[in-house]
Antibody, heavy 122, light 111 residues
Framework: EVQLVQSGAEVKKPGESLKISCKGSGYSFSNYWIGWVRQMPGKGLEWMGIIYPGDSDTRYSPSFQGQVTFSADKSTSTAYLQWSSLRASDTAMYYC???????????????WGQGTLVTVSS | QSVLTQPPSVSGAPGQRVTISCTGNSSNIGADFGVHWYQQLPGTAPKLLIYGNNRRPSGVPDRFSGSKSGASASLAITGLQAEDEAEYYCQSYDSSLSLWVFGEGTKLTVL
């Protein structure tokens, strides 16, 4: 059974760093793109970018380029999303999800993690 | 404002049929990258409902169907049930922006 399990909720202060995780199981983690999606409170879904764990190829949405960093560890089948300096506006639910096939431009996100709630408040 | 336009809300009585539209342009829906639909029940992660314009993943009831014409797509739900009350999002790839885009979401209310 394919599963993506994300790390737990985080409460941070502005300026702090953070790294959240997304652990895949039940499939060949290296061979499927992982996407990250933000959902701010009461708002819709925003595509942040994707990473291919096989070679760590990444694509960022211009809205998130330079604000976050994606990484992946093939040995532990885990993808990461990190911030070096959080802002209050980063408060949101963050989802990881798997692209259905290797051609990411035409494939949907078929399996989703349960989400990680990040709260940034002084 | 998203490049994919959806109505903010739709509603229908149990048993009825509703449709949700998703309008894009020649760089996304009209460019044949495929339209995908997600259902997000309150407090849960999104779930893939329709992919590749009109394909249903295993386990999705055939009450849900998708279609595409030109630069627009639609999700149809027949035999509406109370459990269908959720937010629905369309998604595609935009070649001019070089990124994946979601519609702003449509809240379905079952009356």
């Amino acid at each position: 059974e394919v599963q993506l399990v994300q790390s737990g909720a985080e409460v941070k202060k502005p300026g702090e760093s953070l790294k959240i995780s997304c652990k895949g199981s039940g499939y060949s983690f290296s061979n499927y793109w992982i996407g990250w999606v933000r959902q701010m409170p009461g708002k819709g879904l925003e595509w942040m970018g994707i990473i291919y764990p096989g070679d760590s190829d990444t694509r960022y949405s211009p809205s998130f380029q330079g604000q976050v960093t994606f990484s992946a560890d093939k040995s532990t089948s885990t993808a990461y999303l990190q911030w070096s300096s959080l802002r209050a506006s980063d408060t949101a639910m963050y989802y990881c999800a798997r692209h259905l096939d290797v051609v990411a431009t035409t494939s949907p996100l078929d399996y989703w993690g349960q989400g990680t709630l990040v709260t940034v408040s002084s | 404002q998203s490049v994919l336009t959806q109505p903010p809300s739709v509603s229908g009585a149990p048993g009825q049929r509703v449709t949700i539209s998703c309008t894009g342009n020649s760089s996304n829906i009209g460019a044949d990258f495929g339209v995908h639909w997600y259902q997000q029940l309150p407090g849960t992660a999104p779930k893939l409902l329709i992919y590749g314009n009109n394909r249903r993943p295993s386990g999705v009831p055939d009450r849900f169907s998708g279609s595409k014409s030109g630069a627009s797509a639609s999700l149809a739900i027949t035999g509406l049930q109370a459990e269908d009350e959720a937010e629905y999002y369309c998604q595609s790839y935009d070649s001019s922006l070089s990124l994946w885009v979601f519609g702003e979401g449509t809240k379905l209310t079952v009356l």
